[in-house]
């Protein structure tokens, strides 16, 4: 489009006469400053007027002002001159900037930069010109303290290049760095480097688990390719040593009024100094969303409204400047700069942003466009840079700022074309603004571009702009004012920077991390705390959504939460002393290790780790310890009351084969019986503690459920039904057929039990597979692979959850004293157990129970065949040596034997044994051994004597049954074995078998 003509701050100035003129509008140009502005007597330093702004800024009135000088208002000396020499100064250099603090009338003092010049007129007077540089100062703070934060950092972090070169490392990283520094030279673990050159590659994070001296560490390793090195971030995991950097929410618009709105629930929050811009009560709530058109006029909220609906949709942030109206009706101008808040998501939630009130700049420029001469001191005394260029883009006017912006005189400049000084990169963005603002005969607008002087230095520029139109539309002239925003723009995109390189810790982080307001009551009690920001582990670790709790307290999310962790939290505020604690959440049903400690001022964080599935280990493992040691006190005392119940039935035995009275073989018999009957108690001893397993033949579970469930029917209460559900398609076992029928019997026993009249028993099977998860989540000891599930169901009494963690254990019962021993689930659990498979259980009171019993399958087929004739006795001769460290089994045996026909040596000890066996090993045809024994026991005593004579025969004896120990010397060559108590006619058949055959 080609411009027709311009028209700005250097027009015809025939018409000036015309202007209001006399101080009354100079007056009004100090009062539409944006700064502070002060004219001052140069020979007594005191104040002869001062603007609003100065007035508003140091909380004086004008008129307490004319009263003051400048050491009044001066909270540190500029220089370390005088008042004359300082007024030679700035007569030498014609003006100069200078840095102060300025103090209010409260006592308080800011930071201030002084523009400072004298007057050329006859009566000379000092100009200042001060404006308000707290917004830069927290910026360069914010940049600071987010520096500080890796050193703060209590885990170890350190960024290495490709080669191995360490770029930096934290002080917690010092340990790490010292392991792996040999003479000076740093020497890392090949995984590592292999690991950074990975991460490097892809541009992809990962992470590498490895043992550092006696620690085990997990690093997780980020990547910045463009930068050519990674970040590594580690953890102490061999204790859980874990503590992350203070991560504080910056506020990026701190000297500003900022605001927040909703984008789903268009809730608006206001700071205060944005109530003071709109003349309204801090007190009282923001208005809401469309009550925010009252605050403009119409084609300024289009203009709001339009840009906020772009942002929260694409989020693409904007800024305008807008006209308001205030609560007094009066109307004014504010710059608006709106940007995106994302979730962790990337989801648009909010948009933020800040205002400032320009109404001052505004009437400056539009004072100045009618009588730039008039007031040149003042536009002169600025920093601001003020240009006013024609229609063909060049420069007829430009203030003293052009020669630090432009690198050039003003006059220097005129005449020159204003896009020669707009950063190459910019053009053409600004050249296509420029052309829709006259499209749309824009009369003010606001942008911000890059300008670059003849030096090469770059400025970020915040433009005003005033494009003028004649009478056809054409435009004539572009007023501008343009504000230095180079160190703003620093201090962001460093602020952002930095926020992006912690944001990422934040987001990567392996554990929780949340931090929190804490909130006292008006005695300084702890009552409650806010949430103020989590992590995405924070949500994946408690199932709490970031955007459900953020703002919202603890009582309000979780309302069970106990008065103990509040207390304890904001004790850990109060002392500033942090403190490590374990945690268990009923809400979240979870056991955490948590780390806390106070970022600030009522504020702290928590990092923490799920432990839930550590302290379900420990439980398993302290079960898992408590019934071993109960089976092995079980097994122990069932092999030495075998010992002796050996003696009992040997010699009742013995006496029912030698009474001729029969009143005498009855009591005999009698004690026989009592004999077998404690036999059988040890019997079951022996399943729990795992050491009663006599045979491993295939086992069809469908046939010993149908037995098991025949002797139920013809055994319990016809009024409770027995049901077979037997789903599994293979139902092969290897075990003991006995045993397995005994165990399946007993819980079926139990079931009938928890039934008070009527009910039902379930048998059903299914084959399943057990995966490692699975095992490990549902606490089920066994190993991965198909199992045959066995569940017996009851809808009996059921049990609560106390004792359905001591059911299995021997000698506890439920039932009345004298009706139960408290061994049939006990040595249904060793039975299992002993078969390579599990057995748990689920019962709920009043609602019945299930026993799942799961046996591992096999393919083989068969049951053996029982043997016959088993109470035939033999006679035979031999001459036999029995071993054994009991002196009534000596003596037991060796009577069963001699009555027999064997001739009998014995021995008290392994040693003794082997020692005689030495010498006479020739006439010995037989040996039986004890397998436990002092000094030497069963298997070493039979290794001793096979070396002496390789083919010799012997039979292990013991109370434990066929497995473990005993299987291995039977496996080293004993031939055969006879578990204690033993019968003579059971004893007689394993000798005669073992002599006569070969």
């Known amino acids: 489009m080609e411009i027709k003509g311009i028209e700005g701050s250097s027009e015809d100035r025939t018409g000036s006469n015309q202007v209001e003129t006399g101080s009354g509008l100079f007056r009004k140009l100090l009062d539409y400053s944006p700064d502070a502005v002060f004219i001052i007597d140069t020979k007594t330093s005191r104040f002869i007027d001062a603007n609003k702004h100065a007035c508003q800024a140091l909380g004086y009135s004008r008129h307490e002002i004319l009263e003051m000088s400048v050491n009044d208002i001066e909270a540190s000396a500029l220089e370390e001159v005088s008042w004359e020499e300082h ?50 100062e927290l910026a360069r703070e914010k940049i600071n303290s987010l520096a500080r934060i890796p050193e ?120 205060e100094e944005l109530y003071r811009m709109y003349g309204l009560n801090p007190t009282t709530p923001p208005p809401r969303y469309f009550e925010h058109r009252k605050l403009f006029t119409r084609e300024s909220w289009k203009a709001l409204s339009d840009a906020l609906a772009r942002t929260s949709e694409s989020g693409v942030p904007y800024t305008l400047e807008l006209e308001t109206i205030k609560k007094d009706g009066s109307h004014g101008w504010m710059w608006v700069h709106g940007e995106a808040v994302h979730d962790a998501q990337g989801r648009i939630v909010a948009i933020k942003g800040a205002a400032r009130d ?119 002239s572009v007023g501008n004012m343009a504000r230095d925003i180079t160190e703003r723009k620093k201090a962001e995109r460093a602020l952002r920077e930095g926020e992006q390189k912690y944001h990422n810790l934040f987001s990567t982080m392996i554990d929780g991390f949340a931090l929190h307001e804490m909130i006292f009551d008006e005695n300084g009690r702890a009552k409650d705390y806010r949430f103020l920001e989590v992590n995405p582990s924070f949500e994946r670790l408690t199932g709490l959504k970031g955007a459900d709790i953020v703002g919202r307290t603890v009582l309000e999310v979780l309302p069970n939460t106990e008065g103990f962790w509040i207390d304890t939290y ?156 037997l789903k599994a398609t293979t139902c ?83 039932k009345e004293k004298g009706k139960g021993t408290g061994m049939g689930l006990a040595s249904v659990y060793g039975t299992i157990r002993n078969h390579s498979g599990t057995i748990s259980v689920y019962s709920e009171v009043g609602h019945g129970s299930t026993f799942n019993i799961y046996l591992p399958l096999t393919d083989e087929s068969g049951e053996p065949e029982e043997s ?37 040596l014995t021995c008290k000890n392994g040693k003794d044994a082997v020692e005689f066996y030495e010498k006479s090993w020739q006439d010995i045809d037989l040996v039986i051994l004890d397998m436990v024994m002092p000094e030497l026991d069963g298997r070493d005593t039979f290794a001793a004597m096979k070396q002496i004579n390789p083919k010799i025969k012997a039979i292990l004896s013991s109370g434990y049954s066929i497995n473990g120990e ?29 002599l006569q055959g070969e």
């Open 868 to 904: 016959g004739e088993q109470n035939k006795t033999i006679i035979g001769t031999a001459k036999i040596l029995f071993v054994d460290d009991e002196t009534t089994l000596q003596e037991v045996a060796t009577h069963m034997l001699q009555n027999l026909g064997y001739e009998v």
């Open 152 to 271: 703060e950092n209590p885990n170890p972090v350190f960024r290495i290049q490709f080669n191995g070169t360490v770029l930096y490392s934290n002080q917690a990283a010092q340990w790490l760095m010292d392991q792996w520094v040999i003479g000076g030279r740093a020497d890392f673990p090949p995984e590592l480097m292999q690991c950074v050159a990975q991460v490097l590659e892809t541009g992809e994070s990962a992470e590498l688990r490895m043992q550092v001296a006696n620690r085990i560490y997990r690093h997780i390793l980020c990547p910045l390719i463009d930068m050519g090195y990674v970040n590594v971030y580690s953890e102490d995991i061999t204790r859980r040593v874990i503590a992350e950097e203070d991560l504080k929410d910056s506020q990026r618009f701190a000297a500003l009024g900022s605001w927040r709105m909703d984008v789903v629930t268009n809730e608006v929050t206001w700071t």
């Open 570 to 725: 904001g004790d850990i505020v109060r002392s500033g002393n942090p403190q490590r604690i374990e945690n268990y959440s009923e809400a979240l049903g979870k056991h955490f290790e948590v780390l806390a400690y106070r970022t600030e001022e009522n504020r702290f964080a928590t990092v923490f780790v799920d432990i839930t599935d550590r302290k379900h280990m420990e439980e398993q493992l302290h079960q898992a310890e408590k019934m071993t040691a109960i089976g092995q006190l079980a097994g122990g005392i069932a092999h030495d009351f075998n010992n002796q119940l050996t003696a009992v039935l040997g010699y009742s035995d013995m006496l029912v084969s030698a009474l001729h009275d029969e009143e005498l073989r009855l009591y005999a018999k009698n004690i026989e019986q009592s004999a077998l009957r404690a036999a059988a108690l040890t019997s079951q001893l022996l399943a729990f503690s795992r050491k009663g397993k006599n045979l491993s033949v295939p086992v069809d579970i469908h046939n010993v459920l149908a037995e098991v469930a025949s002797i139920l029917e013809h055994t319990i209460d016809k009024r409770i039904r027995i049901e077979r559900r």
């Open 966 to 994: 005993a299987q291995k010397i039977l496996d080293d060559g004993v031939m055969d074995f006879i578990g204690k108590p033993f019968k003579q006619a059971e004893l007689s058949q394993k000798v005669a078998l073992l």
């Open 87 to 136: 007024i030679v100064d700035v007569k030498t250099q014609g003006s100069m900037l200078v840095q102060g603090r300025h103090r209010r009338k409260d006592g308080s003092d800011f930071p201030v930069e002084i523009s400072v010049s004298i007057s050329d007129d006859d009566v000379e007077l000092m100009i200042a010109i001060a404006r308000d540089v707290s917004e830069r």
């Open 732 to 814: 092969m076992t290897m075990g003991d057929p006995n045993q397995l029928q005994n165990a399946v019997l007993n819980v079926a026993l139990n079931a009938r039990d928890a039934i008070t009249k009527s009910g039902e028993i379930i048998f059903e099977t299914d084959v399943v597979e057990l995966s490692e998860c699975y095992c490990q989540a549902n606490s089920i000891e066994a190993l991965a692979g198909m199992y045959l599930k066995i569940s017996v169901t009851d809808n009996g009494c059921g049990m609560d959850a106390a004792t359905q963690k001591r059911i299995f254990e021997p000698f506890f019962t439920k």
């Open 358 to 476: 320009i109404t001052s700049s505004r009437k400056i420029l539009t004072l100045l466009k009618a009588s730039e001469e008039r007031y040149r001191e003042l536009v002169e005394g600025t920093d601001d840079l003020i240009t006013s260029v024609d229609a063909n883009g060049n420069f007829t006017y430009v203030n003293h700022s052009a020669s630090k912006i432009f690198g050039l005189s003003p006059e220097e400049c005129i005449g020159r074309s204003a896009f020669d000084f707009i950063h190459p990169e910019d053009r053409e963005i600004t050249r296509l603004t420029f052309e829709k603002w006259i499209k749309d005969k824009v009369t003010s607008a606001t942008f911000e571009n890059r300008q670059v002087n003849r030096n090469g230095q770059v400025f970020d520029m915040l433009w005003t702009v005033f494009p003028k139109f004649d009478q056809n539309g054409f435009i004539t």
